[in-house]
């Protein structure tokens, strides 16, 4: 069994473009990616595979793939097959492919260590779970799940990367090829902190539960991002992890929130801080020693909005959104320029019922006197 030999292809076109990051570096050190045989570490041109042991389904490479990397900054690299010529179901067509069917396949599996391995490494069906099954290029799902074919690589490290598949009894040996692709996925560091905007709502009503939102931005991801606060006047914070939903009109955004029982949020005055972590570096918006203020209100306190300059006037206070405050507009000219509106919470036991009407939940709008 062989991979085809646009396997070796693709790694001109990769020490090309880390000879472009390396001259741009003003350094002579070069990346290299490397095919060696395990039996006597010579170069090799392509993969071949032997079964391990006759009964067994299980077959491992007779090479191994050495990364060398003596660059000063993290990479990832990317490793996985472009099969162009399979005609099976999509997103089947992940691994090795059958030459004489092409709507038939195999999984391929690959594994990394940071030594060489004498004499190469066993794999049995139940280490599969174990390993990196490769993914391919053109299965559907491709973006969605390419970060599991990432392979993080470090400054002056030299990685070993080891192959294997299962297969079937009636398969034999040669039978199968592949593209195998390796793709360097980030030549650029990520150096931009998240941005955070802060709370959504800086009153927050004491309703059950209590719920703290904001939202962050970030060019790559965000990984984490903690909520500090305390009780105006106190030494030490809590900590309160924000769980992330990330903007589906909007990648590169993140909406944040925690939520918290009432006897976790007393009345009064607060301080906090938030902190987000990308992976490589963390935003903040306050700190510990400068932190924001946000108060805990009762739920039947008033909120506020006031009417602009032009157009229509929309009552839409989020922290009135909070205690289900329904929104309010106003068509242009109804309301003064600069009219400042409230929204406040009634308790639906206070009001008139109308025959067997119940009330449900009451507001009452009006400006602010």
Known sequence: MTTSSSFLKAFPRL??????????AQTVRAFSVELHNISDDNLFTSIEFQRIGNASRTAVAKQYLKIEYPELVNQDLRLFTNNVLWQGPAGQGNGLISKKDPTKGISLYWMTFSTPQPGGVNFTEADAASWTRSIDLNDP????????????????????????????????LGDYTTNLNVELVSPVPDIQA?????????????????????TITDDFDVHAATFHFRRAGDQNYFARKLALVQNPDNPLRWNASASFSQSDLPLGSYEFYIEADDGYTRGFYGRAEAPRPFRVVDELSQFFGIAPQAGSFEINNPCAQLVGAPRLIFPAGVVQENTVISVRKLLPQALLTVGDQQTLSAFEFGPDN
């Open 141 to 172: 799902t491709f973006v969605q799940s390419r970060k599991s074919a990432n392979l993080p690589i470090l400054p002056g490290q030299v990685s070993y990367i080891y192959f294997a598949t299962i297969i079937p009894s009636t398969a034999a």
């Open 15 to 24: 020490i090309a473009a880390f000879a472009l990051l390396c001259t741009a």
């Open 194 to 214: 998240p941005v955070l905007f802060g709370a959504t709502c800086d009153e927050l009503p004491r309703v059950d539960p209590i719920k703290f939102e904001t």
